[in-house]
T-cell receptor, first 116, second 114 residues
C-alpha cells in the first residue's frame, strides 16, 4: 500500500531564510505521480506541482524548487528567500498509476510559519 | 477554464440536525469528484469519491452519505449530525484519465456542530 510521510509537522523561519520541506513516500508501483499542494489560512488547497516517476529532473519555479530522488523515495520542496505570504500548510501527495478514481494519498502536512 | 464551487462557506448546526453540502464544477465534463474532511490542525481524510453520475465509493464508514445527481454536482449529506462531524469539508475534482491526475480543490465549507 502507498504511504506518504512528512516528518516535519511544523517549521518556523524568519523572512528571507531558505526552507526545505521533506516528503518521503512508499509505493510498489513503478509508475506513479507526486504532488505538492499549499493550503493558506483561507483553507483552499492550491496545486503547486505534479511529477511523474520517470522524470527525475529537478524543477524550479521562481522561488520554489523541487528535488525528486527516486533512490531515497523523496520529493522535497525548497522555498528560497521565504516570505510571510509563504506561511501555510504544505501537503505532499502520491497517486499510483491505474488507480480507479485517480485517488491521492496525502501526507500529514507541514505547517510553515514565516516570521517578518 | 474550470472552476469549482462549494456552499455554504460556513455552517453552524446543532447535534442531531441534518446536513447538506453542495459542490459544483464548471468548465469540464465527466470529472471525478471527491469529498474530503479535515479536522482542526489535521490532515486530509478522503470520505467519498465518484467516477460518474450515481456512482459513489465510500472510503470511511460514518453517518455521512454522498450523492451525484448530475455530472458536475456532488452532495454530502447527513440525517443526524454528530459532534465529531465538525471540520473543514473540501470538494475536489480531477480529469477522468489515468495521467495528469492532479485534483483541484474548492474553497471548502467550515462546519461546526454544537
Amino acid at each position: 500500500a502507498q504511504k506518504v510521510t512528512q516528518a516535519q509537522t511544523e517549521i518556523s523561519v524568519v523572512e528571507k531564510e531558505d526552507v526545505t520541506l521533506d516528503c518521503v513516500y512508499e509505493t510498489r508501483d513503478t509508475t506513479y505521480y507526486l504532488f505538492w499542494y499549499k493550503q493558506p489560512p483561507s483553507g483552499e488547497l492550491v496545486f503547486l506541482i505534479r511529477r511523474n516517476s520517470f522524470d527525475e529532473q529537478n524543477e524550479i519555479s521562481g522561488r520554489y524548487s523541487w528535488n525528486f530522488q527516486k533512490s531515497t523515495s523523496s520529493f522535497n520542496f525548497t522555498i528560497t528567500a521565504s516570505q510571510v505570504v509563504d506561511s501555510a500548510v504544505y501537503f505532499c501527495a502520491l497517486s499510483e498509476n491505474n488507480n480507479a478514481g485517480n485517488m491521492l494519498t496525502f501526507g500529514g502536512g507541514t505547517r510553515l510559519m514565516v516570521k517578518p | 477554464s474550470q472552476t469549482i464551487h462549494q456552499w455554504p462557506a460556513t455552517l453552524v448546526q446543532p447535534v442531531g440536525s441534518p446536513l447538506s453540502l453542495e459542490c459544483t464544477v464548471e468548465g469540464t465534463s465527466n470529472p471525478n469528484l471527491y469529498w474530503y474532511r479535515q479536522a482542526a490542525g489535521r490532515g486530509l481524510q478522503l470520505l467519498f469519491y465518484s467516477v460518474g453520475i450515481g456512482q459513489i465509493s465510500s472510503e470511511v464508514p460514518q453517518n455521512l452519505s454522498a450523492s451525484r445527481p448530475q455530472d458536475r454536482q456532488f452532495i454530502l449529506s447527513s440525517k443526524k449530525l454528530l459532534l465529531s462531524d465538525s471540520g473543514f469539508y473540501l470538494c475536489a475534482w480531477s480529469v477522468d484519465r489515468v495521467i495528469y491526475n492532479e485534483q483541484f480543490f474548492g474553497p471548502g465549507t467550515r462546519l461546526t456542530v454544537l
